[in-house]
């Protein structure tokens, strides 16, 4: 049983017999187990649903190879995690694998308990092999498509699931309600193992190799050797609407998807209702979601659903296609499916309509309430540098940086340190501008290319409003990057190519029902503009979702501070916290 429709009815349904508490509510086959506690008194409230994550390695076999794999209950991708709004998620995680482990829960905003968030030594040290840590999560102000993913090392290539939250019962979606729906869940698939290939990478100093093959929900599809059976298949009866949920957990690339033949309406991003519009193909990038709607209105037959990169940059991308059938009811699995027309690899100009399309709902019910007067004004570039490197072959590493700040990974987790007050562990003096102003999407700038390295976060004060300028720059080379905030959702008032303006740009920004993130990509050769209420006490962390960079060091963190009571102050740790 994997439809939600189907779960919430069934629960429902022992709701109207009176049966009070569910002490064993589970569903699934072998070691994916998902199982319900709580109490169901009133149709409106909340409730209180345990997960059990085994992590474990498996062999699976992928594109003629067969390799061990980190993945979570014996799954890959992972178990979804379904939630209405309002509801308490306790996930207990036991790490039986060789690698220490944490797990973040993507756009989770996880009011005033960072403790729950998950990055490793920012909100937690990781749990070591052979011990538990349980994720505390109350879902509040949040529905919709959001997913987790290990945040240690590579492990989140193989590491990943989609999270579902429904709406309130009495609540409903603002479309029309879809017949049922379905997660299309998009990664990469490297043949050998990852964490060896990143440790090659780093001993030359040089980007590891690139993935083998993207996937669509850990398959690959029939475009690829040895894969036939390790193709997604996904039922549809002629005449019905589907909604898809679609998460891109790809480490580097981000996608275009498609499906032959259909189009596709948006109607949610990052868990954030949109303006409806229809669509051939979207744009998804690292660590971003898209919920949309498919009417299953053409000739009957069997179509493929696509993805493959966007790079409009001169950078090495796996540009092979993944594939997965969209098929109709009735007919014979032997039919070769469709295939759609995705745009080019390079295709700037579908990218920057496809973005400037997305719009938020902002009704009275779900409003876009975007910061219009701005206390703290950040401005961040975005450059790749080279730093010496004595122990890799080239006696030089590529590295990444904000501001030209390469940021250190501590030893402990920055929220203990932050909480407990100790000293030594980050200071909080990130510059709000870049030391230096250049001309940054010019010509490549090939010459003076070192970087700073510390562990230094930027203080905000609590409930205070921040514009934050995101420019990428043409150090080495300009490249799109989605940047990932930790905690919080923001609007994204503004974009463009080239240099920001901070004299004309302001007055073109959108204050009016600008879409709402959790993560953005900003184009490459240019900038975006974001603004958000720093409303929630804590360390968070803010990054590239282009784990490549996030490994040379491309982030950083807020440290937001305490309101003037406890109501608006980080909650105590919990006592099962793991230790470093």
């Not at 998620?89 to 039986?96: F, P």
């Not at 030089?396 to 203990?416: K, R």
């Not at 070192?450 to 930027?458: A, C, E, F, I």
């Not at 720093?534 to 979702?545: E, L, R, S, Y």
Request: charged share 15%; aromatic share 12%.
């Amino acid at each position: 049983m994997s439809d939600p429709y189907k779960i919430f009815r069934c629960i429902r349904t022992i709701r109207s017999k009176k049966m009070v508490k569910i002490n064993n509510f589970c569903w699934g086959s072998g070691l994916l187990y998902l199982c319900f506690v709580g109490l169901f008194l009133t149709p409106g409230e909340a409730a209180l649903k345990k997960y059990q994550f085994d992590v474990q390695v498996k062999n699976v076999s992928r594109l003629c190879h067969s390799k061990p794999i980190v993945i979570v209950n014996g799954r890959f991708p992972g178990p979804t995690v379904y939630a209405r709004e309002g509801d308490t998620l306790l996930i207990n995680v036991t790490n039986h694998a060789k690698y220490n482990m944490s797990i973040h829960w993507h756009g989770l905003k996880q009011y005033r308990n960072g403790w729950a968030d998950g990055p490793a030594y920012i909100t937690q040290c990781p749990i070591k092999t052979g011990n538990s840590y349980t994720y505390n999560i109350t879902v509040t102000g949040q529905r919709g498509t959001l997913w987790w993913h290990a945040h240690i090392f590579w492990l989140r290539a193989t590491v990943y699931g989609a999270i579902v939250i429904l709406p309130k019962q009495e609540g409903g979606f603002p479309f029309p309600q879809p017949y049922s729906e379905a997660n299309i869940v998009l990664g990469e698939w490297w043949n050998n193992d990852v964490e060896e290939v990143v440790k090659k990478g780093n001993l030359l100093g040089l980007p590891p190799d690139m993935s083998d093959a993207h996937t669509i929900n850990g398959k690959p599809g029939p475009l690829f050797p040895c894969s036939e059976k390790h193709t997604y298949a996904l039922d549809v009866e002629q005449g019905k609407t589907y909604l898809l949920r679609i998460i891109n957990a790809a480490l580097n690339d981000e996608l275009f998807f498609a499906i032959a033949g259909h189009n596709l309406t948006v109607v949610e991003i990052d868990a954030v209702y949109t303006k409806p519009f229809t669509t051939q193909a979207i744009l998804i990038a690292p660590g971003q979601t898209a919920n949309v709607l498919v009417q299953a209105t053409q000739v009957p037959n069997r179509y493929f659903m696509a993805a493959r990169p966007f790079m409009d940059a001169p950078i090495s991308v796996d540009n092979k296609t993944a594939t997965a059938i969209l098929q109709y009811k009735g007919i014979p699995n032997y039919v070769w499916p469709i295939l759609p027309q995705l745009p080019a690899v390079n295709n700037t100009a579908f990218a920057l309509s496809y973005d400037g399309k997305l719009r938020s709902l902002n009704t009275a019910q779900f409003p876009a309430n975007v910061p219009l007067k701005v206390d703290r004004h950040l401005f961040y570039t975005i450059g790749l540098g080279i730093n010496p490197c004595p122990t890799c072959l080239n006696g030089t590493h590529l590295t990444a940086a904000l501001n030209n700040i390469t940021f250190v990974m501590p030893q402990i987790g920055l929220l203990q340190a932050h909480y407990f007050n100790t000293t030594g562990i980050f200071t909080t003096d990130f510059p709000d501008h870049p030391p230096t102003p250049f001309n940054y999407t010019s010509a490549p700038l090939t010459a003076n290319l070192g970087t700073k390295q510390g562990t230094r976060l930027s203080k905000i004060a609590f409930n205070s409003t921040v514009e934050l300028v995101l420019q990428d720059t043409n150090l080495l080379t300009v490249e799109s990057h989605p940047f990932h905030l930790h905690g919080y959702n923001f609007f994204v008032v503004g974009s463009g190519i080239g240099n920001f303006d901070p004299k004309n740009d302001p007055a073109k920004y959108n204050l009016v029902d600008p879409p709402e993130r959790n993560t953005v990509g900003v184009p490459t050769g240019g900038w975006t503009a974001i603004r958000f209420r720093a409303d929630n006490p804590g360390v968070w962390f803010m990054h590239c979702h282009l784990e490549l960079h996030t490994s040379w060091g491309l982030k950083t963190a807020f440290v937001v501070e305490n309101g003037k009571d406890t109501d608006h102050s980080v909650l105590p740790p919990p006592k099962d916290l793991p230790p470093c």
